[in-house]
């Protein structure tokens, strides 16, 4: 069956920089909308970043420009990198596959990663 399994999560200094991966398994997503997304205690999971299989992006407006997300398609993977890390992006990351094509939001996730804890220290 799918699985995402997401790694690179980690403590990092404000103003730092981390990269998290997600490998997918179980069938090929290059046609579908891959993404980011992150959850802090008490507060509801946001969509942080999105690309869809030509690679046009979306991102929140507080992480734009600090933040880039990538897809690798020979590895079914897609990859978030955060720089200018703030003690606001203190939260659990997880990847998410889309299945509603050309649309990405919370409703539209049909499989979640188990996520990875992101915690930037001031």
């Known amino acids: 069956q799918v699985q995402l399994v997401e790694s690179g999560g980690g403590l990092v200094q404000t103003g730092g920089s981390l990269s998290l991966a997600c490998a997918a398994s179980?069938?090929?997503?290059?046609?579908?909308?891959m993404g980011w997304y992150r959850q802090a205690p008490g507060k509801q999971r946001e969509l942080v970043a999105s690309?869809?299989?030509?690679?046009?992006?979306n991102y929140v407006d507080s992480v734009k420009v600090r933040f880039t997300i990538s897809r690798d398609n020979a590895k079914n993977s897609v990859y978030l990198q955060m720089h200018s890390l703030k003690p606001e992006d203190t939260a659990v990351y997880y990847c998410?596959?889309?299945?509603?094509?050309?649309?990405?939001?919370?409703?539209?996730?049909?499989?979640w990663g188990q996520g990875t804890q992101v915690t930037v220290s001031a």
């Open positions: 998410a596959i889309h299945v509603v094509l050309l649309r990405a939001r919370l409703s539209d996730v049909g499989y």
């Open positions: 179980g069938r090929s997503f290059r046609y579908y909308d």
């Open positions: 690309i869809h299989s030509r690679n046009v992006t």
